[in-house]
C-alpha cells in the first residue's frame, strides 16, 4: 500500500501525505550540515515507502541540497520548495534569481512547484513577483505556482489578478482551525487546493503527551514554535481535553493519535495534503503513516472532537498572521530569526517650514503634478489621501473585483501609517466611495476584516463614476494614542 495522491493539475499528481523537511534547518542550527548523500539516502527511505513528494523551502537548511542528491540517483520524486524572500523590489532579474537559485539547488531545469511567501502585505511587491514567476512558468522553469501562509483576502487578490495559483501551504490542526473558515470558501470558490503542515502541533498531538504535565522548558524549534500556539489557543488544560478526546477516537479505530489529528484535518473539503514532519535520522513512522489512508472519521468521532474544541480559544485572524503582526506564533515569539528589518515601499519626510510635522510619499507622479501626500501626521493625527488600487504607477489592480481592490487600497493606508508611527488600530474615521452600489457587500466586508474590531467612524458614498479601471477609493484619520 502506497499513500493515495491527488491531481493538483493535469501536469502535477501529488501524494496527500508530503515529506516535509522543515526540521533539517533545526538539525543544521549549530552549523553541522548534513551529508549530502546521507541526506539522500534518508530520503530515499521515505520515497520507497510510497512517501516520494517532498516538500522545502529555501530556509529550510540544505534541504533542497539534500533533494538534489536524490533526484541526481534518478530516483523519480515529486519536489514542492519555497521562495520566501525580504521584502523589496521584486524585478524581473530579482525574481528570475531567486528561481534560478532554487533550479541549482536542486539540479534540475524546472521544478514541481514553487510556493510563495511574502512576509507583509504593506509592500506591494508581492504581486510584481507572482507576475514574474507567471512568466517564468510560461518558459518552462516552473511547472506550477503555489503560495504559502496567505490568507483569505490576498489569495482572493493574487487569484483576481490572474496569477495562476493552484495551491496554499497553511497550518491547520486540531487547535488551529483557521484554516477551515474564509480560507476554504475563497479555495471552493477559485478551485484552488490547501496543503496542510502542523498538523500535529510540533509532535504535541501524540500519545507521548496525553496526560502529562507543562513542560518547564522547550529548546526543539518546532515545539517552541507550537506550544505558542497551545498557550494561544486556550492554555495546557484545553489542549488535553482535546488530545483526550483524539485519544478516544484513535482506540475506537486501533490508530495513533497522530493519525486521527492529521486524519482530521485531511478530511476537509479544501485540502489536497498534509505535510509530516520528517527529522533525518530518526524514525520514519512510514508503517503509521500509511493507516492515514485506512480509515475515516464518523460522525460519532467529530461529535466527540467538536465537544474538545468548545474547551479551546479559536485562534485570532486568518492564516499568516502569526508572522505579520504580533503575538507572532514563531519560535522564537518574533521574527529575529526570518528578517533583519522590514522595508518600507513608502518614502517619510519632515515638511518644509512646519516643524514636527511630517508626510508620506509613494512615487507616485500625481503627487507632484496635483500636489499632494498620501498621508500627512500633525502631532498625534495622521490624515490619509483619498487611496485607489493603484500599483505601480498607473495600472488598476485586479480591474472588476471591487473587494479585492479594497484589500490592496487598505494594504496602502496601512504602509502609510506605519511609516508615520501610526497603525490600523489608531484610525477613527474612513470614508468609502464606490462607483457602483452593487459592490457595497464586497467592499464592507473587505472593509470589515480589518476594522471588524477596531469600528472607526465610517461614511460610505456612491458617486457617479472613478476614473479608470478603480471600483473603490478610500480615505482615513487616524489619532495615535500616547
Not at 534540475?108 to 511574502?118: C, G, K
Not at 500627512?376 to 504607477?393: E, M, N, Q
Not at 498607473?394 to 504602509?415: C, E, H, N
Request: charged share 25%.
Amino acid at each position: 500500500m502506497t499513500p493515495d495522491t491527488v491531481r493538483l493539475t493535469n501536469s502535477l499528481t501529488i501524494r496527500r501525505a508530503l515529506v516535509g523537511l522543515w526540521q533539517v534547518a533545526d538539525i543544521e542550527k549549530d552549523g553541522d550540515l548534513i551529508d549530502p548523500e546521507v541526506g539522500a539516502d534518508h530520503l530515499a527511505a521515505y520515497a520507497q515507502a510510497g512517501f516520494d513528494t517532498f516538500d522545502m523551502a529555501d530556509h529550510y537548511g540544505t534541504a533542497e541540497i539534500l533533494t538534489g542528491a536524490l533526484l541526481k540517483r534518478g530516483q523519480q520524486a515529486t519536489v514542492c520548495t519555497k521562495w520566501c524572500p525580504t521584502p523589496g523590489p521584486m524585478t524581473a532579474d530579482v525574481v528570475r534569481a531567486g528561481v534560478q537559485e532554487r533550479l541549482d539547488r536542486l539540479g534540475v531545469d524546472r521544478m514541481d512547484l514553487l510556493q510563495f511567501h511574502w512576509w507583509s502585505f504593506e509592500h506591494p511587491a508581492w504581486l510584481d513577483a507572482l507576475h514574474e514567476m507567471a512568466k517564468l512558468r510560461e518558459e518552462g522553469l516552473i511547472g506550477e505556482i503555489g503560495l504559502t501562509n496567505f490568507d483569505a483576502a490576498h489569495l482572493h487578490l493574487a487569484l483576481a489578478e490572474g496569477v495562476p495559483i493552484v495551491s496554499n501551504q497553511v497550518p491547520c490542526s486540531l487547535l488551529d482551525r483557521r484554516a477551515t473558515g474564509p480560507l476554504s470558501e475563497v479555495c471552493a470558490q477559485w478551485g484552488v487546493k490547501l496543503l496542510c503542515y502542523g498538523t500535529l502541533q510540533g509532535g504535541f498531538l501524540s500519545e507521548r503527551w496525553l496526560g502529562q504535565p507543562e513542560p518547564d522548558e522547550i529548546t526543539d524549534w518546532s515545539k517552541m514554535k507550537y506550544k505558542r500556539f497551545i498557550d494561544t489557543a486556550g492554555g495546557w488544560e484545553a489542549y488535553q481535553t482535546v488530545l483526550h478526546a483524539a485519544s478516544e477516537v484513535a482506540l475506537r479505530h486501533s490508530v495513533s493519535i497522530a493519525n486521527v489529528a492529521t486524519r482530521w484535518v485531511l478530511e476537509n473539503e479544501a485540502v489536497a495534503g498534509v505535510i509530516i514532519g520528517a527529522r533525518l535520522g530518526e524514525a520514519r513512522h512510514s508503517d503509521d503513516n500509511l493507516k492515514l489512508f485506512q480509515f475515516a472519521l464518523d460522525a460519532e468521532d467529530h461529535a466527540r472532537l467538536n465537544a474538545a474544541f468548545e474547551a479551546t480559544t479559536p485562534l485570532l485572524g486568518d492564516c499568516g498572521d502569526e508572522y505579520r503582526k504580533p503575538p507572532f506564533l514563531t519560535a522564537s515569539g518574533d521574527l529575529s530569526h526570518h528578517l533583519d528589518t522590514m522595508p518600507s515601499a513608502v518614502t517619510v519626510e519632515d515638511v518644509p517650514g512646519r516643524p514636527g510635522e511630517r508626510r508620506v510619499l509613494s512615487g507616485s507622479e500625481w503627487e507632484d503634478i496635483a500636489g499632494y501626500c498620501r498621508a500627512h501626521r500633525i502631532g498625534d493625527r495622521v490624515f490619509v489621501s483619498g487611496t485607489t488600487a493603484t500599483h505601480g504607477l498607473d495600472r488598476a489592480v485586479a480591474p472588476g473585483d471591487a473587494g479585492a481592490q479594497t484589500t490592496y487600497v487598505l494594504d496602502k493606508i496601512s504602509a502609510a501609517l506605519t511609516a508615520l508611527g501610526a497603525s490600523m488600530e489608531d484610525v477613527v474615521r474612513t470614508r468609502v466611495y464606490l462607483s457602483d452600489a452593487d459592490d457595497v457587500l464586497a467592499v464592507s466586508k473587505a472593509h470589515g476584516r480589518v476594522f471588524g474590531d477596531i469600528k472607526p467612524a465610517n461614511t460610505l458614498f456612491q458617486i457617479g463614476q472613478l476614473i479608470g479601471d478603480y471600483k473603490v477609493e478610500i480615505e482615513a484619520e487616524a489619532v495615535i494614542r500616547r
